[in-house]
């Protein structure tokens, strides 16, 4: 909401981009904590985000549509003069000043317009989430019985993980030159080939190429797209309901794909049944991005919501 539209798309993916540069940082703090003081100090590690929050917290503005959509006009005046260089007097009767607190609810976003794009979302998301928590639950075991050392697994996860946040930012810029449905489209797609291409390798260069590049399109890169769309998709009336709701999916996901994979791989002992299972899942979240996504490249959220309402 507090973006230019014109760069919407690399500077919100370039958010998503700092979430997979973490577990970049988290792959090689495990290679020196884990070792030293097992599992157990990743947890304490993992705390510290938390008392960030608390801080940045404080400085987090509340969302200026929300605010004059709950007729709190002064607050969201307040906002705006803290971060724009434009009076809010001259622009008091914009049409974002609407119909004040309207009533919300799952049936918003799955009538109208607004019905086979959710449906898109919802099974981008799912394939997306399969593909991502599946590998971050299993990759360093995967590596493992590939031969790989502990430390050697974690290093090569660290550097997957890294590509998937170049693929972040990157594919964000692509989605506002390209377009949303098309980028979106083409990282489902190229990571999923290059992820089933990934379960062929047998060479230590050919493991870190592959994966590098599934990270890339099919957990960076798709990452950036999806999330970046669903927030611009919704109006701000019920677009944390969408985005939530997405977000559940995505975490039903997260439960699936590591113990289906984990079955998978107890059952059989092959690692490219694993690497296959979840390219089909990708190229499967590119089928429903060229068929269900609504197109919102260099359109503002205003222009969105009508279209998607009318």
Same mark, same amino acid.
């Given at each position: 909401?507090?973006?230019?539209?014109?760069?919407?798309?690399?500077?919100?993916?370039?958010?998503?981009?700092?979430? !997979?540069?973490?577990?970049?940082?988290?792959?090689?703090?495990?290679?020196?904590?884990?070792?030293?003081?097992?599992?157990?100090?990743?947890?304490?590690?993992?705390?510290?985000?938390?008392?960030?929050?608390?801080?940045?917290?404080?400085?987090?503005?509340?969302?200026?549509?929300?605010?004059?959509?709950? +007729?709190?006009?002064?607050?969201?005046?307040?906002?705006?003069?803290?971060?724009?260089?434009?009076?809010? +007097?001259?622009?008091?009767?914009?049409?974002?000043?609407?119909?004040?607190?309207?009533?919300?609810?799952?049936? +918003?976003?799955?009538?109208?317009?607004?019905?086979?794009?959710?449906l898109g979302v919802w099974i981008m998301s799912?394939?997306?989430?399969?593909?991502?928590?599946?590998?971050?639950?299993?990759?360093?075991?995967?590596?493992?019985?590939?031969?790989?050392?502990?430390?050697?697994?974690?290093?090569?996860?660290?550097?997957?993980?890294?590509?998937?946040?170049?693929?972040?930012?990157?594919?964000?810029?692509?989605?506002?030159?390209?377009?949303?449905?098309?980028?979106?489209?083409?990282?489902?797609?190229?990571?999923?080939?290059?992820?089933?291409?990934?379960?062929? !390798? /047998?060479?230590?260069?050919?493991?870190?190429?592959?994966?590098?590049? /599934?990270?890339?399109?099919?957990?960076?890169?798709?990452?950036?797209?999806?999330?970046?769309?669903?927030?611009?998709?919704?109006?701000?009336?019920?677009?944390?309901?969408?985005?939530?709701?997405?977000?559940?999916?995505?975490?039903?996901?997260?439960?699936?794909?590591?113990?289906?994979?984990?079955?998978v791989i107890a059952a059989n002992g092959s690692?490219?049944?694993?690497?296959?299972?979840?390219?089909?899942?990708?190229?499967?979240?590119?089928?429903?991005?060229?068929?269900?996504?609504?197109?919102?490249?260099?359109?503002?959220?205003?222009?969105?919501?009508?279209?998607?309402?009318?």
């Open positions: 909401e507090f973006v230019p539209v014109r760069h919407r798309g690399v500077l919100a993916a370039g958010t998503i981009s700092l979430w !997979q540069f973490a577990g970049l940082l988290a792959a090689l703090v495990a290679i020196l904590v884990i070792p030293a003081f097992t599992w157990r100090g990743m947890f304490v590690v993992a705390a510290i985000p938390a008392l960030i929050f608390i801080v940045a917290f404080a400085y987090l503005p509340e969302s200026i549509r929300f605010l004059v959509h709950r +007729d709190k006009v002064d607050e969201a005046e307040a906002i705006v003069r803290r971060f724009s260089s434009v009076d809010p +007097d001259t622009v008091a009767n914009s049409s974002l000043v609407k119909e004040v607190i309207v009533e919300t609810g799952l049936r +918003d976003i799955l009538r109208g317009r607004y019905l086979p794009r959710t799912i394939t997306w989430a399969m593909a991502f928590f599946g590998l971050v639950a299993w990759l360093p075991s995967i590596l493992i019985r590939m031969g790989f050392t502990a430390v050697h697994s974690f290093a090569y996860t660290a550097a997957i993980v890294g590509a998937g946040a170049v693929g972040d930012f990157l594919c964000g810029w692509c989605m506002d030159y390209l377009g949303r449905r098309r980028t979106t489209s083409t990282c489902f797609f190229l990571g999923g080939i290059s992820m089933i291409a990934w379960g062929f !390798q /047998t060479t230590s260069s050919g493991i870190l190429l592959f994966g590098m590049l /599934t990270a890339f399109f099919g957990t960076g890169g798709v990452a950036g797209c999806m999330f970046t769309y669903i927030c611009e998709l919704y109006p701000t009336q019920f677009r944390a309901t969408g985005s939530g709701i997405a977000t559940a999916w995505q975490r039903i996901g997260g439960i699936i794909a590591p113990s289906v994979l984990g079955v690692t490219f049944d694993s690497f296959l299972v979840l390219g089909i899942i990708l190229l499967i979240g590119g089928v429903a991005a060229v068929a269900l996504m609504y197109e919102t490249k260099g359109k503002t959220l205003e222009e969105i919501a009508a279209h998607l309402a009318g």
